[in-house]
């Protein structure tokens, strides 16, 4: 049986966001406006026989792939949202899931840090693979219950706020958003 952790159709990928996924992905690379599609599963290897499916599906690109033995996530994306959603749906029908049964996503940690001391950036700027993190400035950590919504949360904090992306974690336990900003007094 398949337990659908998470199902993140994101409409248009963010410069940021796009460019981060770039840097840690093993597949095809991202574009900036890219449809996305990021969905979560368990066990992880049912995800290799869902991947077949999404990309004989239509063309969308694979991203990534990532395959534990808890869970597993699929990072696909196109410039045809249309292409991307039809993917996903023969992912689910195949699965013999409904996107409403994904894991409704829980805010595990919601942290602002403001004005980080400057070995405290060093220490987070040499685990990020996105921008970088400076003295003085605001670092904020999120962490998602389900993982594979640490995408979503990415995505749209970058087209809500003016913020920089340093790292984000899709898979796994936890998903983790940091992102770094300006502080403000």
Request: aromatic share 8%; hydrophobic share 45%; charged share 20%.
């Amino acid at each position: 049986m398949i337990q659908l952790r998470s199902y993140s159709f994101i409409d248009q990928m963010q410069p940021q966001f796009a460019s981060f996924m770039a840097t840690v992905s093993r597949g095809f690379l991202p574009n900036p406006l890219e449809a996305a599609l990021f969905i979560e599963i368990a066990p992880g290897i049912e995800i290799q026989r869902l991947t077949d499916i999404a990309l004989k599906t239509t063309e969308v690109m694979p991203a990534d792939i990532v395959v534990e033995r808890e869970f597993g996530l699929l990072f696909v994306h196109a410039d045809d949202q249309g292409a991307v959603l039809r993917s996903g749906q023969a992912v689910l029908e195949a699965a013999g899931l409904r996107e409403d049964e994904r894991l409704k996503p829980k805010l595990m940690t919601n942290q602002v840090i403001r004005n980080v001391d400057s070995f405290q950036t060093q220490l987070v700027n040499r685990m990020r693979h996105g921008n970088m993190l400076l003295t003085g400035q605001t670092l904020y950590l999120l962490e998602t219950d389900p993982a594979g919504y640490a995408s979503l949360a990415a995505n749209e904090a970058e087209k809500n706020a003016g913020v920089n992306i340093l790292e984000v974690l899709t898979f796994g336990r936890f998903g983790r958003v940091y992102l770094g900003a300006k502080s403000v007094t």
